[in-house]
């Protein structure tokens, strides 16, 4: 009996300090293992930061939360050591689970749909933000951190040095989402091929240019043609990298700004207002009012069919053959097998994966043989659009959480985008998500080695890629119509025009449900009348705005080209 007891007394001790071991020598432990001299904080900040943890977290001693994200490199990270450090440090264990991209929203829309509690927390997208305003089912932070969550907020969050709080926060001005890792969309090539003297000089004997970073699609396309069939160190090389297969991914090919980097929509930044890069219009209350050009919509307009077209026409001519049966995770390790010369849509987050020593884009002594740069534009781009498309993955609280998971999931979420842990975890992923990180010390020292990462996102230039924005209402339902339409146009099923078409017209059928459904409130959409193309343009211009634009007839512009070099050294002023 006595030892019933003293076993029971033990099992309540444990309970109610969550760990006998939780506290600041397991920080320390944590912070000399793991963290070093790789943190913006000195180790008497990083240690104080510690203990408003341990002290915010006793409340919470000895309860288990769930957690989940995609499966990313960094999100590994925070799953294997971050997770296992918190529980340490803390007492309250936190299960990170990884899954795959649409599994989350599925858990997502499951837990909305429910009201099960499902995750205490999830990472996801922040293409998700028009989504989560309108359907006003997670916990819009700004009110929480004021609030209910005011206890369990870190005085050194210090919300001001994310860098993408702009793409998590609604027209309303609150914040909805805590952005925990970022990567963007860019233009990759060799850049030890385009230093090459010959090519340099048949280039330019050839185009009458320099050979050089492209700043618009004319001149993507003539370096495509001139480095196709070329023979470089002995083997054919392409000049272009894309994929084509009709599969789920082929919607990110698109939804992630392509028709912006084409022209598609309006001036604005991080979104075109108040036609968005989907083409989706919004009123001046920002209510969905339209996506196709019938309705002042630019899902199917010029711009949009160009850059469909543009697509199909690279992908057949410049890239090579098994690429237009490939899907986005197979085509993403070709550039860094040594034959390819270029590449117009690159994600950053495959950077660790292009410098990795001993492959044939890494030169010995570790540096790349590659560079990344500014992507180039489209016929119908304009000054003050979006340039590209940056993917947010963000911290978000459901509603439907009961408030003390919340709160424990939200120290998580606080602890894992730390200043204490941020330069750490940032190395680990290349996913940066603070002004403080990008500017370390450590990131000057690495940057030779990432190929232009460090520059792009010290550079002004970084503010044009942003990640879906407000005017899409529910971005599950909407996101799923582009591969089907596009794969369309990529199998020869249907004209781009046609597959354009169609995917505006699905677009607003759900515009349509959710309007009759009401589920939006006064910010759901109310359709447009239907006016021909001419009427739209002219409205739209004379409000002071672009889109829908009128067909260009000579969508061949005059190439223009910059030298790589010059480009970072001018960012640098």
């Known amino acids: 009996m006595r030892r019933h007891l003293l076993t029971t007394t033990a099992a309540m001790l444990l309970a109610l300090t969550g760990s006998a071991y939780a506290g600041m020598e397991e920080a320390k432990t944590f912070l000399d293992a793991e963290i070093g001299d790789l943190s913006t904080l000195s180790r008497a900040d990083q240690e104080k930061e510690m203990q408003w943890y341990i002290d915010a977290a006793k409340p919470f001693a000895g309860m288990e939360i769930k957690v989940v994200s995609e499966t990313l490199t960094t999100h590994e990270y925070e799953s294997k050591v971050l997770a296992k450090a918190f529980t340490d440090i803390t007492g309250i264990k936190v299960t990170h689970d990884l899954i795959g991209e649409g599994d989350v929203v599925e858990k997502l829309q499951t837990q909305m749909q429910s009201g099960e509690n499902i995750y205490d927390a999830y990472v996801n997208d922040s293409d998700l933000i028009g989504t989560h305003w309108r359907y006003q089912q997670v916990r819009n932070l700004t009110d929480w951190m004021a609030g209910e969550g005011k206890d369990v907020t870190s005085p050194t969050l210090d919300i001001k040095d994310f860098i993408g709080t702009s793409f998590t926060t609604a027209p309303d001005k609150k914040l909805y989402q805590l952005p925990t890792q970022q990567f963007a969309n860019l233009y990759w090539f060799r850049y030890d091929w385009f230093n090459d003297e ?63 980097m084409a022209g598609n929509g309006d001036k604005g930044l991080p979104n075109g207002l108040p036609v968005d890069e989907w083409g989706i219009k919004v009123n001046e209350k920002s209510q969905p009012v339209g996506s196709c050009v019938a ?17 199909l026409d690279w992908l057949k001519a410049y890239a090579p ?71 947010v993955g963000a911290w978000t609280l459901m509603k439907s959480t009961p408030e003390k998971n919340a709160k424990a999931a939200w120290l998580y979420a606080q602890f894992v985008t730390s200043k204490t842990v941020d330069v750490k975890k940032s190395h680990v992923g290349l996913t940066l998500i603070r002004e403080s990180t990008i500017q370390d010390k450590s990131f000057t020292k690495r940057a030779p080695e990432l190929g232009g990462l460090v520059e792009f996102y010290r550079s002004p230039a970084r503010v044009q890629w942003s990640p879906t924005g407000t005017n899409v209402p529910d971005y599950p339902k909407l996101a799923q119509l582009w591969w089907q339409a596009v794969g369309d146009a990529a199998a020869g099923n249907k004209t781009p ?77």
């Open 321 to 391: 053959p098994e690429a237009q049966g490939m899907t986005f995770g197979e085509a993403g390790p070709v550039p860094a097998q040594g034959n390819v010369a270029q590449q117009i849509f690159w994600y950053t987050a495959f950077t660790a994966d292009a410098v990795k020593k001993g492959l044939p884009v890494v030169n010995e002594d570790g540096t790349p043989k590659w560079r990344m740069a500014p992507s180039p534009h489209g016929v119908y781009w304009k000054d003050g659009m979006k340039l590209g498309y940056q993917d």
């Open 497 to 573: 025009q046609e597959a354009m078409d169609s995917l505006c017209a699905e677009q607003e059928k759900v515009l349509q449900r959710l309007q009759r459904a009401g589920v939006q409130g006064d910010i759901g959409p109310v359709l447009a009348e239907e006016h021909d193309i001419e009427y739209w343009n002219k409205d739209a211009v004379g409000k002071g705005n672009i889109a829908p634009q009128l067909k260009i007839e000579n969508e061949k512009e005059k190439p223009v080209t910059v030298n790589y070099d010059e480009l970072v050294k001018s960012w640098q002023k």
């Open 295 to 311: 309705r002042g919509g630019d899902t199917n307009g010029p711009a949009a069919v160009y850059s469909i077209v543009k697509y």
């Open 198 to 260: 010959k090519n340099k000089a048949d280039f330019k004997a050839k185009y009458g240019y320099d050979l050089g970073v492209p700043v618009n699609w004319s001149a993507y396309e003539d370096i495509a043609e001139f480095f196709t069939g070329r023979e470089i160190d002995g083997k054919k090389v392409y000049g272009h990298m894309d994929y084509g297969k009709k599969d789920p991914s082929l919607g990110w090919r698109f939804t992630d700004a392509w028709l912006s």
